[in-house]
T-cell receptor, first 116, second 117 residues
Framework: AQKVTQAQTEISVVEKEDVTLDCVYE???????LFWYKQPPSGELVFLIRRNSFDEQNEISGRYSWNFQKSTSSFNFTITASQVVDSAVYFCALSEAWTGFQKLVFGTGTRLLVSP | DTAVSQTPKYLVTQMGNDKSIKCEQNLGHDTMYWYKQDSKKFLKIMFSYNNKELIINETVPNRFSPKSPDKAHLNLHINSLELGDSAVYFCASSQDLADTSTNEKLFFGSGTQLSVL
């Protein structure tokens, strides 16, 4: 069975601090996809990244970076020099390839509060 | 133009009523979904439709009936509403992920906050 664990319920940082959001997943499938979504206070879900299980290369996009480690089943997300606009709930999610369709299993989310 | 739009944004109703939430996507996607987010922010898939065919039904009560008149629309009808149905309901769409060479993602609507009193 698939499972996604985001052990950090809430993180508070001050602007310009770096922050890492942890994500640990469980799956029996060898082919799967990992995602991060952002849910700002306005409520919509914003796609940040998708990574497939065969691509362990870390990715950087501006202030965002992702560290995918199959050995520890983790897909952590780091925000460098955080800003107030980064305040949101961040969800990690997993989809097993055999489903063919995007049956995403979400973690419980990490609420990030960035204060000025 | 909004890619995935759902209406209404807020829905307040009494227990026992029947209500519908509409969803439309203009992305030309084959697959549409309904997700439920409870008060603790936990997101869980309810249904998935591919080209108007039901693909995933995650043990959702029979009171919930999705209807897909065409592949651009997936509406959610809820009968005999209960207090526990209060949640935010998200519609989403994607291309068929069976083609794993694509770099597809799930596009979400902005959510419908349902409050059952």
């Amino acid at each position: 069975a698939q499972k996604v664990t985001q052990a950090q319920t809430e993180i508070s940082v001050v602007e310009k601090e770096d922050v890492t959001l942890d994500c640990v997943y469980e799956t029996r499938d060898t082919t799967y996809y990992l995602f991060w979504y952002k849910q700002p206070p306005s409520g919509e879900l914003v796609f940040l990244i998708r990574r497939n299980s065969f691509d362990e290369q870390n990715e950087i996009s501006g202030r965002y970076s992702w560290n995918f480690q199959k050995s520890t089943s983790s897909f952590n997300f780091t925000i460098t020099a955080s800003q107030v606009v980064d305040s949101a709930v961040y969800f990690c999610a997993l989809s097993e390839a055999w489903t063919g369709f995007q049956k995403l299993v979400f973690g419980t989310g990490t609420r990030l509060l960035v204060s000025p | 133009d909004t890619a995935v739009s759902q209406t209404p944004k807020y829905l307040v109703t009494q227990m026992g009523n029947d209500k519908s939430i509409k969803c439309e996507q203009n992305l030309g996607h084959d697959t549409m979904y309904w997700y439920k987010q409870d008060s603790k922010k936990f997101l869980k898939i309810m249904f998935s439709y591919n080209n108007k065919e039901l693909i995933i039904n995650e043990t959702v009560p029979n009171r919930f009936s999705p209807k897909s008149p065409d592949k651009a629309h997936l509406n959610l009808h809820i009968n005999s509403l209960e207090l526990g149905d209060s949640a935010v309901y998200f519609c989403a769409s994607s291309q068929d992920l069976a083609d794993t060479s694509t770099n597809e993602k799930l596009f979400f609507g902005s959510g419908t906050q349902l409050s059952v009193l």
